[in-house]
Nanobody
Framework: QVQLVESGGGLVQAGDSLRLSCAAS????????MGWFRQAPGKEREFVAG????????YYEDSVKGRFPISGDIAQERVFLETSNLKPEDTAVYYC??????????????????WGQGTQVTVSS
């Protein structure tokens, strides 16, 4: 099993930045991809960004490309999402996820194997 714990969320104003962090523990040696998803009230959980753990290759949803770079520290078993220029529509619970198989195009939540509990990001206008 893999345990994922997110941190770094909060209440900010439009235009601000937050650094989200996800710490992985447990049987992490089989992880291929780490990712971030978000879920706004009344909406489905959507993919935000992902990183191929060994190669560092990154993937992004179009609306956050250039604003939310993802990075990882394999030694520390952590993945980060550097959110910037936050907008009210970015308000959501942000979830860290891990997948053992290689990355797939336009990933859905069902293709990830492990999930954290989420961290709330609220952006006021």
């Amino acid at each position: 099993q893999v345990q994922l714990v997110e941190s770094g969320g909060g209440l900010v104003q439009a235009g601000d930045s937050l650094r989200l962090s996800c710490a992985a523990s447990g049987h992490t040696w089989g992880i291929s991809v780490m990712g971030w998803f978000r879920q706004a009230p009344g909406k489905e959980r959507e993919f935000v960004a992902g990183i191929r753990w060994s190669a560092g290759e990154t993937y992004y949803e179009d609306s956050v490309k250039g604003r939310f770079p993802i990075s990882g520290d394999i030694a520390q078993e952590r993945v980060f999402l550097e959110t910037s220029n936050l907008k009210p529509e970015d308000t959501a619970v942000y979830y860290c996820a891990a997948r053992r198989a290689p990355m797939v195009p336009k990933p859905t939540p069902s293709v990830f194997d492990y999930w954290g509990q989420g961290t709330q990001v609220t952006v006021s206008s």
